[in-house]
């Protein structure tokens, strides 16, 4: 587990966490709670982000990874 998620994790336990408006309207249409959210979080072991490459001279998609 990397600490980037350690830390989330962390300010999920402690409460230190806001939902955006984004996310309350995806929340709706998914008819999750907060609870559901928080509890995802706590049971991740992983984050998958789409990173885009800084560099000019790459095209195309953006890779997937793990972080």
């Not at 994790?9 to 709706?28: D, H, I, N, T």
């Not at 928080?38 to 001279?57: C, D, P, Q």
Request: with cysteine.
């Amino acid at each position: 587990m990397t600490g980037v998620l350690v830390r989330i994790k962390r300010a999920v336990l402690a409460g230190q966490y806001a939902f955006s408006e984004k996310a309350r309207l995806e929340m709706e249409c998914e008819a999750l709670t907060e609870l559901d959210v928080a509890e995802s979080i706590l049971n991740a072991v992983a984050i998958y982000k789409k990173l885009r490459s800084t560099s000019r001279f790459r095209s195309g998609k953006a890779s997937k990874r793990a972080i």
